[in-house]
């Protein structure tokens, strides 16, 4: 078995034949599979070949040593190629390459974590690259270490904005640890993409963020090579704008239209063009003695908060967040310039080696989180609700790579008062909700939302905490205990007649209005559901039992929220009790919040009406 090693002279004949296998390889993972993305991996396995035998830096028998290099698929649909790689490693065999895309298999469609050798998931075009921004800071701002980020992008996903919010950002945070390899093919998925082989305009796009850039042929051996030598010795971030053909080495799809997302027609003589299977190996480099690095700490006393004074749960989050900077060295927090209104500048003052301004790009600021916890590292990522929907595929994404993602929106709901519509989340609950085994959360004071986020850094997963503009009375105790998945019970008795559900800022309104309807002879039982996803469904169903009908009342649309959470655990318990389900319908406005909860009708006056038409 043929060996290649990165101390070898360039050689040429050699370096092509690993190409070769990486393109045959290619193809018949796709012809076994009947699916899959061959030309797209085909174009890139000069560039991959020669990354591989000479300049990646990775043991793939201890893919947990924090020296490795990291490889990135951004375009994760020339999985192909990826997976030949792996068996050109010696990481897989061929018998497990042609599991390609079977049931079962750990060679999904697109790159997953569930290979131990990727980091996160790619396939959604425009993340990889943002992701990349975040695994680099956390080697040179947090780690001070010397692995390299290697990042595989086409030039299809050139077209998402992400990919520019990543670029700037690295050249701003100077992170000469990232090598953008960029496969211009040409040929998208139904045609020409936007510049096609024009290497110049894209380069000019990356150099005026502070990159260095380079234009070569990326089927040139040579040329790749010194590409590479050039890029490491930049001293900033680099980017290899490569051009090349889609399917290349094989005449039937070279440069071809409509060949993208197909095995090809006729894999046999494919694979016989292209010089006949192989079973070379190359002998990776392995990456240098991981390095030892201190984090600056400053103490924080635990938050904590008298009964009746009012304390917005935003500050809350703040004063909670730098305290958690202090309790575990891992806790990073992430904010999209808007940390005096989200107060996560609280952490900025106490811990700013942690902190991460990314300015107004929430794409590339849950992406950095993404890659920070590849690391190890604990992010918190913030903004207001709103925007992060911005963000949401990265989200969706990082569940599928079963990231532990941590993330705060402010300013929701109608409550957030004269700003408007533009600024109010009142979908968010919604959208983290439908996230793969997220925890959703939405404290209704200050000490609760304290103890809550400790729960979110100890809980590994997606979690979202959604935080209120207004400042509302603390109802709870410092000592209390809040954990995922639970709910407080405020009023209660045996003769409650109807149960009143909120949260945050709506838990208010059910108080004063359960205090209206005791003044009328209505006892209501009232319960903070907090956390919305996983449901305290027994204490919802337990008050679907002892009283007459629910209300739910939510600063939110009513698809998605607080209102079909309870309505789900009604309908699994096959419980007949009546729900009514107050929530924003209208398309809101500015002014006081008092007044746009009542024209929401989600303030007290109208729950005791909706109550009294139920007792």
Known sequence: MAQV????????????????????DSVRAAAAANSGHPTSSMSAADLMAVLLARYLRYDFSAPENRANDHLVFSKGHASPLLYSMYKLAGAIDDEELLTFR???????????????????????????????????????????????????????????????????????????NTIAIVDVNRLGQRGPTMHEWDTSSLAA?????????????????????????????????????????????????????????????????????????RSLRVEVQSPPQAQSYEIAAAAVERPHYEVGEKVATRAAYGDALAWLGSVDEKVVALDGEVGNSTYAERFAAKHPDRFFEMYIAEQQMVAAGVGLQTRGWKPFASSFGAFLSRAYDFVRMAAISNADLKLCGSHVGVSIGPDGPSQMALEDIASLRAVFDSVVLYPSDANQAVQLLDAMREHYGISYMRTTREATLVLYE????????????????????ITLIGAGITLRECLTAADELAGKGIAARVIDLYSVKPVDADAILTAAGETKALVTVEDHWPEGGIGETVAGVLA??????????????????????????SAAGIDAASIVSAAQKLA
């Open 478 to 497: 410092a000592d209390e205990s809040f954990e995922i998945g639970g709910s407080r019970t405020l009023r209660s008795g045996e003769s409650d007649e």
């Open 572 to 597: 699994e318990a096959a419980a007949s009790t009546p729900l009514v389900r107050l929530a924003v319908t209208g398309r809101p406005g500015s002014g006081p919040p008092e007044a746009l909860l």
């Open 102 to 176: 079977e049931f079962g298999s750990r060679l999904q469609g697109h790159p997953t974590p569930e290979i131990p050798w990727v980091d996160v998931a790619t396939g959604s075009l425009g993340q990889g690259l943002p992701i990349s921004v975040g695994i680099a800071l956390a080697g040179k701002r947090l780690e001070s270490a010397d692995f390299r980020v290697w990042v595989l992008c086409g030039d299809s996903e050139l077209a998402e904005g992400s990919m520019w919010e990543a670029f700037e950002h690295a050249g701003v945070a100077g992170l000469d």
């Open 205 to 277: 796009r990356a150099a005026a963020c502070g990159w260095d850039v380079q234009e070569i042929d990326g089927h040139d051996i040579e040329a790749i090579d010194a590409a590479y030598a050039q890029a490491l010795a930049a001293g900033v971030p680099a980017a290899i704008f490569a051009r090349t053909k889609k399917g290349s080495g094989v005449a039937a799809v070279e440069d071809q239209p409509n060949q993208h997302g197909k095995p090809l027609a006729d894999p046999d003589a494919a694979v016989e063009e292209l010089g006949g299977i």
């Open 5 to 24: 090693t990165s101390a070898d002279p360039v050689d040429r004949e050699q370096l092509h034949e690993l190409a070769q296998q990486l393109r045959v």
